[in-house]
C-alpha cells in the first residue's frame, strides 16, 4: 500500500521554528545556540507538514545532543 502524503504549501522556515519551538527546552538546557538563516525571497513548497515537521524536530534534535 503507497504512503499517503498530504501536500500543501508550506514556507520551510516556519517548520523550522515550529520545531526550534518544540525542542526550546533540550536547547535552553544544552546551553545550545540554533541559527536559522532564511533567503530573502523564500517560497512556499508543497510538502506533507506533518511528516517533515518531524523529520525536522528529529534532525534538530540529534544536531542538538549530538553537539559539542
Known amino acids: 500500500k503507497k504512503m499517503q502524503l498530504l501536500k ?3 514556507l520551510l ?3 523550522v521554528y515550529q520545531a526550534m519551538g ?5 536547547i535552553t538546557s544544552r546551553q ?3 541559527e536559522v538563516r532564511v ?3 523564500e517560497q512556499a513548497v508543497p ?5 517533515l515537521q ?5 534532525l534538530l534534535e540529534n544536531a ?5
Open 13 to 15: 522556515s516556519m517548520l
Open 39 to 41: 533567503a530573502p525571497d
Open 22 to 26: 518544540q525542542l526550546d527546552p533540550l
Open 32 to 34: 545550545a545556540t540554533v
Open 8 to 10: 500543501e504549501p508550506c
Open 64 to 68: 542538538i545532543k549530538y553537539s559539542p
Open 47 to 51: 510538502v506533507d507538514m506533518g511528516r
Open 54 to 58: 518531524l523529520v525536522v524536530v528529529n
